[in-house]
């Protein structure tokens, strides 16, 4: 393709949304002119499935719930009045929360104003309002967010050592829809030790995002502790970020949620018109279909221009590989089906792996996000003519040509600027999209039986370990290998995960568990510590 035929289908496929500030090019990917319109058949049943969907039809067949994110930013269309003043009502009390807190009305125990706030989540619990406060946050912004997003002991001290000397004045932020998560009660508990080490009262500082009637929501109201705030079952994690999920943490940052909620709002209309030609989420689920081939053929590479999204890869990964990422369709034959996603930022991604991007396995196709505005303030020349930015600009355009020289397909996604508004409409693209490509290829996008498979079997080598320490406990001094142990617990092909218990208990204080090395590791023998 010369340059003249290039501009030209650059010009046919670029689309331009003013409302949101945001432009798509699909010029660079190499499907058919007739693509589109050959799957309009299947455009028009994701149309019909939304619509279903969004007025409050059973998306999630498995745990028989309704998918009602969208509602979030445009309450009228909740199926029922019930449900429209549920969210109204929650909005209404983050904003006052917010206002109490920064007026200094809601204060820490020992006095002043809260100064830091630390939320305690996991997967979608904490990736959004993680994805808001990097994309968002300034330096002087109301309170300074932490985050304990996993149940690493080291983790959790390097992240309270972080806070320091500011942990009287830290507001906690406890989100889990069913209170039971495991790795979120973890990180409270180490938390509200840290406090009671500290001399201050943990309920006075803590907040609870949960379901009603949850283990936690219970928990948090006979503790007395200073607020509690509703996740519906209707909303999953992974897209809670429109809910107080998200919208709690940023509010108390400082950010405008109202903003936010708006770019939400005005790309969810955008989106809702079934039209091929126009439809943002609709012609972006046409291009993961064609680079894919319905099967996964492809991954998605995301490169952000912008070190405020260096986040977002890792928020696209949660949503759009817990959605997509399915064994079976909706009529239960295995499939196997999703995206992998992975990325990197701009221009950081070319002294990393373009190279293999452009030379090596094609097996991906990448999306650019480009911002078009560098930088608040006056800007600076770095060259006569050149900033910073232009370079920035410059290394995009290259890096994107470079690629389609070499027969790699990629989208590009440009943002006028970076603020509330667009991060608001850029996240509901993708969320949109997500559910349109699920219906394309007939997969729930809604349910996730992987990750509760996941949860079940770390219960059962929880299980085990207690089974194993108490073995060993019972003969002090008395060393046996893994093989040894799991024959006496009768279950002799679980030597493998008795193996790997022993080798985590005894590299730790905790259990008292004594490893005597051997040459070959695995016939290494393993004791407990005798009084």
């Not at 992974?238 to 405008?256: E, K, W």
């Amino acid at each position: 393709m010369d340059n003249q035929e290039q501009w030209e289908r650059f010009k046919n496929h670029l689309n331009y949304y003013p409302e949101i500030g945001l432009m798509l090019d699909s010029s660079a990917m190499h499907f058919p002119d007739d693509y589109c319109a050959v799957m309009e058949p299947l455009l028009v049943r994701a149309y019909r499935e939304m619509a279903d969907l969004e007025s409050g039809g059973q998306a999630n067949q498995d745990e028989e719930r309704m998918v009602g994110h969208y509602w979030l930013r445009t309450p009228y269309l909740a199926p029922d009045r019930e449900t429209e003043t549920m969210i109204v009502t929650a909005l209404a009390d983050i904003r006052s929360f917010r206002d109490r807190v920064h007026r200094g009305d809601i204060a820490p125990e020992q006095g002043g104003r809260f100064s830091h706030f630390l939320v305690i989540g996991i997967g979608g619990s904490a990736l959004g309002p993680q994805l808001l406060a990097d994309a968002l946050g300034r330096a002087d912004d109301a309170l300074q967010p932490v985050f304990l997003d996993n149940t690493d002991p080291d983790g959790m001290d390097r992240e309270l050592a972080h806070i320091g000397s500011a942990l009287p004045r830290t507001l906690v932020l406890v989100i889990s829809k069913s209170g039971g998560t495991k790795e979120t009660r973890n990180g409270m508990l180490e938390v509200r030790r840290a406090f009671e080490q500290s001399g201050i009262s943990f309920a006075r500082h803590a907040v609870a995002v949960t379901g009603a009637g949850s283990a936690l929501d219970l928990q948090a109201r006979e503790e007395g502790w200073l607020a509690r705030f509703p996740m519906w079952d209707w909303v999953g994690g992974r897209t809670s970020v429109t809910s107080a999920v998200g919208l709690l943490p940023a509010a108390l940052q400082g950010i405008d949620i109202d903003a936010f909620l708006e770019g939400a709002r005005l790309c969810d209309a955008i989106t809702r018109m079934p039209n091929n030609r126009t439809n943002p989420a609709a012609r972006l689920a046409l291009m993961w279909l064609h680079a894919t081939g319905g099967a996964g053929a492809r991954d998605m590479v995301v490169l952000p221009y912008k070190d405020r999204l260096v986040l977002f890869s890792r928020y696209l990964q949660q949503l759009v590989m817990e959605s997509l990422g399915k064994e079976r369709d909706r009529n239960g034959n295995v499939v196997n089906q999703g995206i992998a996603v992975y990325g990197n930022k701009g221009s950081t991604d070319q002294h990393a792996f373009v190279q293999q991007l452009r030379e090596g396995k094609n097996n991906f196709f990448v999306t650019f996000i480009e911002v078009l505005k560098d930088r608040e303030g006056a800007g600076f020349q770095v060259e006569p003519g050149i900033t910073s930015g232009d370079y920035l600009s410059g290394f995009l355009q290259g890096t994107r040509k470079a690629l389609q020289e070499n027969g790699r397909e990629s989208l590009t996604i440009t943002l006028d600027r970076l603020d509330a508004r667009s991060l608001g409409a850029l996240i509901a693209l993708f969320e949109r999209t997500v559910g349109f490509y699920a219906s394309l290829v007939d997969i729930n996008a809604y349910h996730q039986p992987g990750v509760e498979a996941g949860k079940r079997a770390a219960g059962s080598v929880l299980g085990l370990q207690g089974r194993v320490l108490a073995l060993l406990r019972t003969r002090p001094g008395r060393p046996m290998t893994a093989e040894e142990i799991a024959a006496a617990l009768g279950v002799p092909g679980g030597a493998e995960t008795v193996f790997r218990i022993l080798l985590h208990a005894s590299a730790n204080d905790d259990h008292g568990i004594v490893m005597e090395k051997r040459k070959v590791i695995t016939e290494s023998r393993f004791s407990a510590a005798t009084p």
